[in-house]
């Protein structure tokens, strides 16, 4: 099989499309035959040496989130059989590189996967589980009230489009900080008042809670109120927003009846997700660079 891995630390142009052999499944795990691999901001900064644990030596390959057909079982395994329809996601950060959705084929635990229901297409599934399960864990750690408001930054992308929905599901008013004329997305999704991105949210009014999927960091701490909550997808520059405001950066863990939970509603149109572009799997650096330039409206999924 092929692999895209990152060859050295730096930009696009270190992932290298090389031939690995084919995985076999251990016990517990099956080996799925990748038909959709999801590119998430966190692939582009673990290419480039930013990793949330720590350093990881090259080559290593990226991805966490892909959909494809199991291909074979391993030992201990009965939930799964050759031939069924699959979405999941490895966690990069456990795996450090040694397997990553950027291949044709992947020896995946068993708890990493969930049925891709029928009529869902992989490109579109391939979209969901680390954003969704961001966007969930999210939320519960800022243990909104009944009746918040919440604002959340990056509200056009691939986790702000799940916070956005979840929230305004949940009965909470939603304030959308929205990207490059993309406002009707968010507001689609179920945001009261959408902003766009270089809104001063000092100058707005002050929200019970903040979803920093960007993150913006300090710069959008103005905008909660006295003894509000933050939360921030990733550490941000240190700061102490003060005012009795509780702030939290959190890593996702994987949570197999969740994503069940997340994939269905996709399914069935309660949820929404949106792919901008298809780009092969041996011209991943193309996907990066797209993403890194920004303004695409929905998220980038490589085809093996």
């Given at each position: 099989?092929?692999?895209?891995?990152?060859?050295?630390?730096?930009?696009?142009?270190?992932?290298?499309?090389?031939?690995?052999?084919?995985?076999?499944?251990?016990?517990?795990?099956?080996?799925?035959?990748?038909?959709?691999?999801?590119?998430?901001?966190?692939?582009?900064?673990?290419?480039?040496?930013?990793?949330?644990?720590?350093?990881?030596?090259?080559?290593?390959?990226?991805?966490?989130?892909?959909?494809?057909?199991?291909?074979?079982?391993?030992?201990?395994?009965?939930?799964?059989?050759?031939?069924?329809?699959?979405?999941?996601?490895?966690h990069w950060y456990d795996m450090e590189g040694t397997a990553g959705a950027y291949a044709e084929a992947v020896a995946a635990d068993v708890g990493w996967l969930v049925e891709l229901p029928e009529g869902l297409d992989p490109v579109l599934g391939a979209t969901i589980p680390l954003n969704a399960l961001t966007a969930v864990q999210g939320l519960e750690l800022l243990g909104l009230a009944p009746d918040s408001t919440i604002l959340v930054t990056g509200a056009s992308g691939g986790v702000g489009t799940f916070a956005v929905q979840l929230a305004a599901r949940a009965g909470h008013r939603v304030v959308a900080l929205a990207g490059r004329d993309d406002e009707d997305w968010p507001r689609s999704l179920g945001a009261s008042v959408v902003l766009p991105r270089d809104a001063d949210l000092s100058a707005i009014e002050q929200v019970d809670a903040l979803f920093d999927a960007v993150p913006l960091g300090a710069a959008a701490a103005p905008a909660?109120?006295?003894?509000?909550?933050?939360?921030?997808?990733?550490?941000?520059?240190?700061?102490?927003?003060?005012?009795?405001?509780?702030?939290?950066?959190?890593?996702?863990?994987?949570?197999?009846?969740?994503?069940?939970?997340?994939?269905?509603?996709?399914?069935?149109?309660?949820?929404?997700?949106?792919?901008?572009?298809?780009?092969?799997?041996?011209?991943?650096?193309?996907?990066?660079?797209?993403?890194?330039?920004?303004?695409?409206?929905?998220?980038v999924v490589l085809i093996p």
């Amino acid at each position: 099989m092929h692999v895209v891995e990152v060859a050295e630390v730096g930009g696009p142009d270190v992932l290298r499309w090389v031939e690995r052999p084919d995985p076999v499944a251990g016990p517990g795990q099956v080996v799925v035959w990748i038909a959709a691999a999801n590119v998430n901001p966190t692939d582009l900064g673990a290419r480039c040496g930013r990793y949330a644990r720590g350093s990881v030596e090259p080559p290593y390959v990226l991805g966490w989130d892909f959909a494809g057909e199991v291909g074979s079982v391993g030992d201990g395994v009965s939930a799964l059989a050759a031939g069924d329809r699959v979405v999941g996601m490895i966690h990069w950060y456990d795996m450090e590189g040694t397997a990553g959705a950027y291949a044709e084929a992947v020896a995946a635990d068993v708890g990493w996967l969930v049925e891709l229901p029928e009529g869902l297409d992989p490109v579109l599934g391939a979209t969901i589980p680390l954003n969704a399960l961001t966007a969930v864990q999210g939320l519960e750690l800022l243990g909104l009230a009944p009746d918040s408001t919440i604002l959340v930054t990056g509200a056009s992308g691939g986790v702000g489009t799940f916070a956005v929905q979840l929230a305004a599901r949940a009965g909470h008013r939603v304030v959308a900080l929205a990207g490059r004329d993309d406002e009707d997305w968010p507001r689609s999704l179920g945001a009261s008042v959408v902003l766009p991105r270089d809104a001063d949210l000092s100058a707005i009014e002050q929200v019970d809670a903040l979803f920093d999927a960007v993150p913006l960091g300090a710069a959008a701490a103005p905008a909660v109120r006295d003894g509000g909550a933050i939360v921030t997808v990733r550490r941000t520059d240190e700061f102490d927003p003060g005012r009795g405001i509780h702030k939290q950066a959190f890593l996702i863990h994987p949570d197999q009846a969740r994503l069940r939970e997340l994939v269905a509603d996709v399914a069935a149109g309660r949820l929404q997700t949106r792919v901008a572009r298809t780009i092969p799997l041996a011209d991943a650096a193309e996907g990066h660079r797209l993403v890194e330039a920004g303004g695409l409206r929905g998220k980038v999924v490589l085809i093996p």
